[in-house]
Structures are given as C-alpha cells and as structure tokens.
C-alpha cells in the first residue's frame, strides 16, 4: 500500500499537541506525543500501575486509549479546521507486557472530506508488536464560534 502523501499544518508543535493533554485521560495515562513526522504522529506510555489491569499486565483499554488518542489528535491536525469524532475503533493485543514503554505510531489509510481512516501500530521498546489497531474518524463541520 502506497503511503498518503499530506503535510501538516506549519503551526503545529509536539509541545501545543502535549499542552492540549493536561488535565486529561491522556495525562492520567502517561501519553506523551514524542514525534511528528513525515506522514506520521508518534506518542509514549507507560506500562505502569496506571495502564495495567489486575493480572499485572498492559490494559486493552489503556492501548485503545493511545491508538484513539494518536488517531484522533491527528486526524484533528488534517481536518482543515473541522471536528473529527471516533465512528469505529478495532484492537488487536498481540503481545503482553507488564513494564517499560509503549511508543504508538498513526498512520493515515483515508482522509476524505467525510471520514478518515487511521492505522494505528503500537509496540514495545524492541519494536515488537503490542497493539494494531484502526481508527475511523467523522469529519465534522466545526462549531460556529461563541460570541
């Protein structure tokens, strides 16, 4: 599949993206963005007692978290200044893990006018596998502005 070619908005700085987090889910959980690259957004999280279930392993939830909130975040930067809201969210867990970091890296499959389609692929420090995961995002006419 050949990759999607699109620039981000010249404005857009890891440190507004990390800024946008406080007080937030992604805040609670340890997200971090770490890297805005060439048809890609990246972010971290901790495997820690933040994002681990009972058994002492990553939470499915907590993957699903970072997938949606890498996909999300930016598929929001594409939207030309409209809203973009979840449709559909799929995960795969493929491989478990009980410390360290994760590192999520979002990829766009669609940006249409209506829907985006995002791949979302997270894995461990040694780059195996942890997580795949696809995001399907509405596109959404922004609210009008509050006077």
Excluded: K
């Excluded at 990759?3 to 908005?9: D, G, I, K, M, Q």
């Excluded at 857009?12 to 805040?27: W, Y």
């Amino acid at each position: 599949m050949q990759a999607l070619r699109f620039a981000w908005p010249s404005e857009v700085t890891l440190e507004a993206l990390n800024a946008r987090s406080r007080g937030t889910l992604m805040e609670a959980l340890g997200i971090e963005f770490t890297e805005l690259g060439e048809g890609y957004l990246r972010a971290t999280m901790p495997v820690d007692a933040r994002t681990r279930q009972p058994y002492g392993l990553l939470h499915g939830g907590a993957s699903v978290a970072l997938a949606e909130t890498l996909g999300s975040s930016a598929g929001a930067l594409l939207a030309g200044g409209n809203a973009v809201v979840g449709l559909e969210i799929n995960a795969n867990h493929l491989r478990a893990m009980r410390q360290g970091t994760v590192t999520g890296t979002a990829r766009p499959l669609h940006l249409g006018r209506s829907t985006q389609v995002w791949d979302i692929r997270i894995e461990d420090q040694t780059g195996q596998l942890v997580c795949i995961s696809r995001l399907t995002l509405a596109v959404l006419p922004a609210p009008p502005a509050s006077s």
